[in-house]
């Protein structure tokens, strides 16, 4: 088992920057490539970034690239994702997942899954 739980969500306006964190817990960690969804009302939950733990390997989504950046703290168990030049359509919420095998953007390989941090865009 391992425990996701993810910080750092809030409101900001368009161009802004925000940080969310997720620190994992529990069997073994270390050994799980994490990565962050987000989801809308109505919506499937979508593919924003992943990293690995091992050699830090990372995957981003089109609509994020150059904007956002995943990174990790092995001595802490912790994966970050930075947000900038944030725009409206960022607007979400935000899931830590956890997952085993190769890197994915499919939320069928990831089973952990932290509570969600709300981000909010103004515009």
């Known amino acids: 088992q391992v425990q996701l739980v993810e910080s750092g969500g809030g409101l900001v306006q368009a161009g802004g920057s925000l940080r969310l964190s997720c620190v994992a817990s529990?069997?073994?960690?270390?050994?799980?490539?994490l990565a962050w969804f987000r989801q809308v009302p109505g919506k499937d939950r979508e593919f924003v970034a992943a990293i690995t733990w091992t050699r830090g390997s990372t995957d981003y989504a089109d609509s994020v690239t150059g904007r956002f950046t995943i990174s990790r703290d092995n001595a802490k168990n912790t994966v970050h994702l930075q947000m900038n030049s944030l725009k409206p359509e960022d607007t979400a919420v935000y899931y830590c997942?956890?997952?085993?095998?190769?890197?994915?953007?499919?939320?069928?390989?990831?089973?952990?899954w932290g509570q969600g941090t709300q981000v909010t865009v103004s515009s």
């Open positions: 997942a956890a997952g085993g095998g190769s890197l994915s953007d499919s939320t069928r390989d990831y089973g952990y």
């Open positions: 529990g069997r073994n960690p270390r050994f799980y490539n």
